[in-house]
């Protein structure tokens, strides 16, 4: 059997329901908060109420003194522990590590500053309260822009500059792109500083046993393995003496990729106290001290031709970092993502962009579903519903005009990304044919006749996926990530499958277990999927940017094929018939044209471990394999195109629906699929209207609880309309692309495509997202007054 082609018969492929549903849905599954060990203690962190101020002193004395209270650390008592530094290889970028305890200085209003342990949350809160900081404020910077200026407040002084990354990057012909054009467009667009927020904050619980110098840490990581190592790293504790189990995570989309101060300090402090020690995080600490995502300031220039041809681009990209960069959290995940996927599914060979990386008094940014590339997409494809606008040309007409033809795969962005395959003009069609798009057109006119305003936005997109050591270089971070699966079959005949990427709600305990089940031959009932503890998974890196589905799914297959193999030779011994006459189905082994002659799973698999005759020479009884999977780059693609009314005496925005054609080759469960696009297109929404992380002059954080942080409920959920093309990767197993971003890729700039379009009658500029009533009331004001 060759993997490139995967078999699709009952499992691969089907709307299986999920497997992990039921104990989410009757409360069975257990979550960080959900473990109580005998003796925890628990910690409150004090902290930073300053976007910038010097820590003068710190008097713990009371809150040592309180009943309960087990110790109060500040940064003094954690010197073993070193500052979190950024481990991005790319050449240029400044470090500017962070402490895991604030010790002269903090930078951002939530930063921690000391670590109270008490015998309850509740003692630990009331005791951090008397926690004495003495801060002498500073000014504060919280404008990327402003915070360049030589005037600055600096953060880092020993930098001298707020600005820790600048680089320019030419790439084809761009003066020459630019002598050729008709005319020269420009826009500039200041994307929001938006979040995760995950249903379940984070969270850890560390264990220490101090006769075997064991440390089991409980964390609600999407990276068991790569915490573990950090965590032996900073602790100085061997490796193979660390356990990670990460128990059911409530959603990561990416927060949950970065080691934290925190989870350092925790861990340490149950090494130190020699008790467990737990820490859950509450809202506004997830508000103010998790990462952020998102904010970008783009400035794009285009040389364009009459015809609407895109000669070529030019990108100016600062990156608001916020107060430091560590490990995955760093300066440069938005701006050098977004600069390498800006020409997007576009034909451009001409190109120049700079790359600018900023610090400002704003908590630090990090990953968040398609980070660097949702920012890059808005702006793009913002820009070119405007030149359309301004050429008088269907904003349709001119993607179909630029974009990159199926004739061209696999084609090479200027930017050194290869796109393997996809369906680019055809999911523009078929999205436009979906939502009914000629007869939107003439309704649109209708209806300003009326003075009401309809708008259409089109996002058209690429993404990159299965983020393996190739597309990580093409993208830009030039690190290594691939992953391992185990496949093992029981003597009863029942099949384990343990795997290195780490389900946080993407359903991987279904479709892992369909690509197994659809292998060797057995029912989906008799796999289970286990992951997300160190001492049970194979080595790996996590799960993150839309890869488990293509590594997952990949190495499973390669391991289940193996054993599907040994199953095969330990049968044919049995049979005795060749392994190429036999076939599995539905748990059976069975001589193909005669399938009379059979064997259960079990009774193979029982043979196999406890029957010498079964075992030819040098045959192991163990039926389990294990297989790394480091897969070649592949991109998937798609095009969201969303419907919306705007009010234009109120700026309240309707939106009709999203309609979304997306190709994420193979699918291993539609269902599942589905379930990714919808979910990454609420958070587009929210993106694109009501949610932004707002912090005010002097780096105070205005925006830090769910009342004035406004996520987007069912309610702003329009019916969704979604659609699949699949043009299966001619470079991965089973030609499998991820889908898990595409959806948060996508949907800001439809949305905010739709609500400009409606207001194009009128010369609204707007500059800022996300697009709520105030700014688009403003906008149209101040378009009255020009
Ligand atoms: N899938 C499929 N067929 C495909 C592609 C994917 O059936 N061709 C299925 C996969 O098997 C998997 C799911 O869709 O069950 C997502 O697959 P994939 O695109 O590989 O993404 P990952 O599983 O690697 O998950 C990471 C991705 C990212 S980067 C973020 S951010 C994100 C997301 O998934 N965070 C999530 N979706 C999330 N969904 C939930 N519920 N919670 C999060 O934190």
Same mark, same amino acid.
């Given at each position: 059997?060759?993997?490139?082609?995967?078999?699709?018969?009952?499992?691969?492929?089907? &709307?299986?329901?999920?497997?992990?549903?039921?104990?989410?849905?009757?409360?069975?599954?257990?979550?960080?908060?959900?473990?109580?060990?005998?003796?925890?203690?628990?910690?409150?962190?004090?902290?930073?109420?300053?976007?910038?101020? &010097?820590?003068?002193?710190?008097?713990?004395?009371?809150?040592?003194?309180?009943?309960?209270?087990?110790?109060?650390?500040?940064?003094?008592?954690?010197?073993?522990?070193?500052?979190?530094?950024?481990?991005?290889?790319?050449?240029?970028?400044?470090?500017?590590?962070?402490?895991?305890?604030?010790?002269?200085?903090?930078?951002?209003?939530?930063?921690?500053?000391?670590?109270?342990?008490?015998?309850?949350?509740?003692?630990?809160?009331?005791?951090?309260?008397?926690?004495?900081?003495?801060?002498?404020?500073?000014?504060?910077?919280?404008?990327?822009?402003?915070?360049?200026?030589?005037?600055?407040?600096?953060?880092?002084?020993?930098?001298?500059?707020?600005?820790?990354?600048?680089?320019?990057?030419?790439?084809?012909?761009?003066?020459?792109?630019?002598?050729?054009?008709?005319?020269?467009?420009?826009? &500039?667009?200041?994307?929001?500083?938006?979040?995760?927020?995950?249903?379940?904050?984070?969270?850890?619980?560390?264990?220490?046993?101090?006769?075997?110098?064991?440390?089991?840490?409980?964390?609600?990581?999407?990276?068991?393995?790569?915490?573990?190592?950090?965590?032996?790293?900073?602790?100085?504790?061997?490796?193979?003496?660390?356990?990670?189990?990460?128990?059911?995570?409530?959603?990561?989309?990416?927060?949950?990729?970065?080691?934290?101060?925190?989870?350092?300090?925790?861990?340490?402090?149950?090494?130190?106290?020699?008790?467990?020690?737990?820490?859950?995080?509450?809202?506004?600490?997830?508000?103010?001290?998790?990462?952020?995502?998102?904010?970008?300031?783009?400035?794009?220039?285009?040389?364009?031709?009459?015809?609407?041809?895109?000669?070529?681009?030019?990108?100016?990209?600062?990156?608001?970092?916020?107060?430091?960069?560590?490990?995955?959290?760093?300066?440069?995940?938005?701006?050098?993502?977004?600069?390498?996927?800006?020409?997007?599914?576009?034909?451009?060979?001409?190109?120049?962009?700079?790359?600018?990386?900023?610090?400002?008094?704003?908590?630090?940014?990090?990953?968040?579903?398609?980070?660097?590339?949702?920012?890059?997409?808005? @702006?793009?494809?913002?820009?070119?519903?405007?030149?359309?606008?301004?050429?008088?040309?269907?904003?349709?007409?001119?993607?179909?005009?630029?974009?990159?033809?199926?004739?061209?795969?696999?084609?090479?962005?200027?930017?050194?990304?290869?796109?393997?395959?996809?369906?680019?003009?055809?999911?523009?069609?078929?999205?436009?044919?979906?939502?009914?798009?000629?007869?939107?057109?003439?309704?649109?006119?209708?209806?300003?006749?009326?003075?009401?305003?309809?708008?259409?936005?089109?996002?058209?997109?690429?993404?990159?996926?299965?983020?393996?050591?190739?597309?990580?270089?093409?993208?830009?971070?030039?690190?290594?990530?691939?992953?391992?699966?185990?496949?093992?079959?029981?003597?009863?005949?029942?099949?384990?499958?343990?795997?290195?990427?780490?389900?946080?709600?993407?359903?991987?305990?279904?479709?892992?277990?369909?690509?197994?089940?659809?292998?060797?031959?057995?029912?989906?009932?008799?796999?289970?999927?286990?992951?997300?503890?160190?001492?049970?998974?194979?080595?790996?890196?996590?799960?993150? @940017?839309?890869?488990?589905?293509?590594?997952?799914?990949?190495?499973?297959?390669?391991?289940?094929?193996?054993?599907?193999?040994?199953?095969?030779?330990?049968?044919?011994?049995?049979?005795?018939?060749?392994?190429?006459?036999?076939?599995?189905?539905?748990?059976?082994?069975?001589?193909?044209?005669?399938?009379?002659?059979?064997?259960?799973?079990?009774?193979?698999?029982?043979?196999?471990?406890?029957?010498?005759?079964?075992?030819?020479?040098?045959?192991?009884?163990?039926?389990?394999?294990?297989?790394?999977?480091?897969?070649?780059?592949?991109?998937?693609?798609?095009?969201?195109?969303?419907?919306?009314?705007?009010?234009?005496?109120?700026?309240?925005?309707?939106?009709?629906?999203?309609?979304?054609?997306?190709?994420?080759?193979?699918?291993?469960?539609?269902?599942?699929?589905?379930?990714?696009?919808?979910?990454?297109?609420?958070?587009?929404?929210?993106?694109?209207?009501?949610?932004?992380?707002?912090?005010?002059?002097?780096?105070?954080?205005?925006?830090?609880?769910?009342?004035?942080?406004?996520?987007?409920?069912?309610?702003?959920?329009?019916?969704?309309?979604?659609?699949?093309?699949?043009?299966?990767?001619?470079?991965?197993?089973?030609?499998?692309?991820?889908?898990?971003?595409?959806?948060?890729?996508?949907?800001?700039?439809?949305?905010?495509?739709?609500?400009?379009?409606?207001?194009?009658?009128?010369?609204?500029?707007?500059?800022?997202?996300?697009?709520?009533?105030?700014?688009?009331?403003?906008?149209?004001?101040?378009?009255?007054?020009?």
């Amino acid at each position: 059997m060759t993997l490139q082609v995967l078999p699709r018969g009952k499992w691969l492929g089907a &709307r299986v329901k999920r497997v992990e549903d039921p104990r989410f849905l009757t409360g069975e599954a257990k979550y960080l908060a959900d473990i109580v060990l005998p003796g925890t203690v628990h910690v409150a962190f004090v902290r930073s109420p300053y976007g910038h101020a &010097r820590i003068k002193s710190i008097d713990t004395s009371a809150a040592k003194t309180m009943p309960g209270v087990l110790a109060v650390f500040t940064a003094d008592d954690v010197t073993a522990l070193p500052p979190l530094a950024s481990g991005l290889p790319v050449e240029g970028l400044q470090p500017t590590p962070q402490p895991v305890l604030a010790k002269d200085k903090v930078r951002f209003v939530g930063e921690a500053i000391a670590a109270v342990v008490a015998e309850s949350r509740y003692l630990a809160e009331d005791a951090a309260e008397q926690v004495v900081v003495d801060y002498e404020p500073l000014p504060a910077v919280v404008d990327a822009e402003r915070a360049m200026h030589p005037d600055a407040p600096i953060l880092h002084e020993e930098l001298g500059t707020n600005i820790v990354y600048q680089k320019t990057t030419t790439l084809g012909d761009i003066e020459g792109a630019f002598a050729q054009a008709d005319r020269v467009f420009r826009r &500039r667009l200041h994307t929001n500083r938006f979040v995760a927020a995950p249903m379940e904050t984070r969270g850890c619980l560390s264990v220490y046993e101090r006769a075997s110098g064991h440390l089991t840490f409980y964390s609600s990581t999407q990276m068991p393995h790569m915490l573990r190592l950090f965590l032996a790293l900073f602790l100085g504790i061997p490796e193979h003496k660390v356990r990670v189990i990460s128990p059911e995570v409530g959603g990561g989309f990416g927060q949950k990729m970065t080691i934290y101060p925190e989870e350092v300090v925790v861990a340490y402090l149950g090494k130190v106290l020699g008790r467990p020690v737990k820490w859950v995080e509450d809202r506004r600490e997830n508000l103010a001290a998790a990462t952020h995502a998102k904010e970008q300031i783009i400035e794009l220039e285009a040389a364009v031709r009459n015809d609407g041809t895109i000669l070529g681009l030019k990108a100016r990209l600062i990156g608001d970092a916020g107060a430091y960069s560590f490990n995955t959290a760093s300066a440069l995940i938005e701006p050098l993502a977004g600069a390498g996927l800006m020409p997007g599914v576009y034909d451009i060979q001409h190109y120049q962009h700079e790359v600018i990386a900023v610090c400002t008094n704003k908590a630090p940014v990090g990953a968040f579903r398609a980070v660097g590339w949702t920012a890059a997409q808005t @702006a793009r494809e913002l820009f070119f519903d405007e030149i359309a606008r301004e050429l008088g040309l269907d904003p349709a007409e001119l993607r179909r005009r630029n974009v990159i033809p199926p004739e061209r795969f696999p084609y090479t962005t200027c930017t050194g990304m290869v796109y393997d395959s996809g369906t680019y003009r055809e999911s523009l069609e078929r999205a436009l044919e979906l939502v009914g798009y000629e007869e939107l057109r003439r309704r649109q006119a209708e209806l300003r006749q009326q003075g009401r305003y309809l708008g259409v936005g089109i996002s058209l997109y690429v993404e990159p996926t299965a983020w393996g050591s190739e597309i990580a270089l093409q993208a830009g971070f030039p690190f290594p990530s691939h992953d391992n699966a185990t496949v093992t079959i029981d003597p009863s005949g029942k099949v384990r499958v343990a795997v290195s990427v780490h389900s946080h709600g993407q359903g991987h305990e279904t479709t892992l277990a369909q690509v197994a089940a659809e292998i060797l031959g057995v029912s989906i009932e008799d796999v289970v999927v286990e992951h997300g503890d160190t001492d049970r998974a194979p080595w790996g890196m996590g799960t993150y @940017a839309s890869r488990s589905a293509v590594i997952g799914g990949g190495m499973v297959a390669l391991a289940a094929q193996e054993v599907r193999e040994k199953v095969l030779r330990a049968a044919s011994r049995l049979l005795e018939v060749a392994p190429e006459d036999l076939d599995i189905q539905d748990g059976t082994v069975f001589v193909k044209g005669a399938p009379d002659r059979s064997l259960s799973m079990f009774q193979v698999a029982f043979a196999a471990y406890l029957d010498n005759r079964t075992r030819a020479e040098g045959e192991e009884p163990l039926l389990s394999a294990t297989k790394f999977y480091d897969p070649r780059a592949t991109y998937s693609n798609g095009c969201i195109v969303t419907v919306c009314e705007v009010d234009i005496e109120t700026g309240l925005v309707q939106l009709d629906k999203v309609v979304a054609v997306e190709d994420c080759g193979t699918m291993l469960n539609p269902m599942i699929v589905e379930g990714q696009v919808m979910g990454a297109i609420a958070q587009g929404i929210g993106g694109a209207l009501y949610e932004e992380m707002a912090y005010d002059e002097s780096g105070q954080l205005m925006t830090d609880t769910f009342v004035n942080y406004l996520l987007p409920s069912a309610t702003e959920v329009p019916p969704l309309t979604i659609e699949h093309l699949e043009s299966p990767s001619p470079v991965t197993i089973g030609g499998i692309k991820g889908i898990g971003e595409g959806g948060l890729l996508a949907t800001p700039a439809s949305v905010a495509g739709a609500v400009l379009d409606a207001l194009a009658p009128f010369d609204a500029r707007i500059e800022r997202l996300p697009l709520t009533p105030e700014r688009i009331v403003e906008a149209l004001r101040s378009s009255e007054s020009r």
